[in-house]
């Protein structure tokens, strides 16, 4: 199954009433072509007439079938496949860091070849992520936000041999897909990765009446739990909770052992700090929690 990016395919919101592209069954494999986070619309020498509601382009939505309220999805992340060249670039506001520039935007083409050439001339090696990958939550909301929906999560870990976990809120679940970085920092601190055209391939799992509460990402090493909010010590909070919660559930542990597991082995990583809303994401390594 193939989904390319298409004008007819590109949206830019998570809506419970947009219609699907395609329906697929549980353990069936999508490829979807994505579009960079600026919908082209962001090169060097180019940007004097940025479209704010076209940017952050999504493909789909994707719906599985049998797929109702009460359910979950995941979505194992078989391969991300990257465009030539990708592109970032600092804008007044954007980030934690606001940079004085004689142009609205500063903007770098990265070549993307074993290595990705930064400016300094540091080389590192390409890191595909998809920055964004989201159910339709109940109301619509912008592609540029995270929640439990999913969204805008930004987190490294949604890379090839990962899988994300999210709750289903509408029949179908309505997947989009997009924002794929060629490689990005943790945090996403100046308010950019390396922004790129991309093909995804996914397998999708329904699961029946399993309860989420939100983003769980689960990998060879380790189960994370996703929370986003406003301000971030509530994040931290609001996923430290989750696997807390999730340690008493599934392990049988009292709340206060569960609380000492977490502290002694549990990592707080912060996704990104510039959509809104933070993400954060608290893991547990798998010698604690297999997912």
Request: aromatic residues 6%; proline residues 7%.
């Amino acid at each position: 199954m193939y989904i390319s990016q298409d004008e007819r395919h590109i949206h830019f919101s998570f809506s419970p009433v947009r219609p699907a592209v395609v329906e697929i069954r549980s353990g069936q494999k999508i490829t979807l072509e994505t579009r960079d986070a600026s919908n082209g619309q962001i090169r060097p020498g180019k940007f004097s007439a940025v479209n704010p509601k076209k940017l952050l382009p999504v493909t789909g939505p994707v719906n599985v079938t049998g797929a109702e309220p009460g359910d979950a999805i995941s979505i194992r992340i078989d391969s991300i496949a990257l465009a030539p060249a990708g592109y970032t670039w600092l804008r007044p506001g954007l980030g934690l860091k606001s940079v004085e520039m004689q142009a609205p935007y500063y903007v770098k083409e990265l070549p993307v070849a074993e290595k990705i050439l930064l400016p300094g001339g540091f080389a590192l090696a390409p890191r595909p992520m998809i920055g964004i990958i989201g159910v339709s939550p109940g109301e619509e909301i912008s592609t540029r936000y995270p929640g439990k929906h999913g969204g805008n999560l930004d987190s490294v870990d949604l890379t090839t041999g990962n899988t994300l976990w999210l709750p289903v809120y509408v029949p179908g679940a309505k997947l989009s897909f997009g924002d794929v970085h060629a490689i990005m920092g943790e945090g996403e601190v100046c308010g950019t990765g390396a922004e790129i055209n991309a093909e995804i391939s996914v397998t999708l799992y329904l699961h029946r009446e399993l309860s989420l509460d939100g983003p769980v990402i689960s990998t060879p090493d380790k189960t994370a739990f996703l929370s986003s909010a406003t301000d971030v010590y509530e994040a931290v909070r609001t996923s430290l909770d989750r696997a807390i919660h999730c340690l008493i559930k599934k392990c049988g542990l009292s709340e206060e052992d569960a609380a000492i597991t977490a502290s002694l082995a549990g990592n707080v990583r912060i996704c990104q700090l510039v959509n809104g809303k933070a993400t954060v994401s608290f893991e547990l390594p798998r010698e604690v929690m297999t997912w």
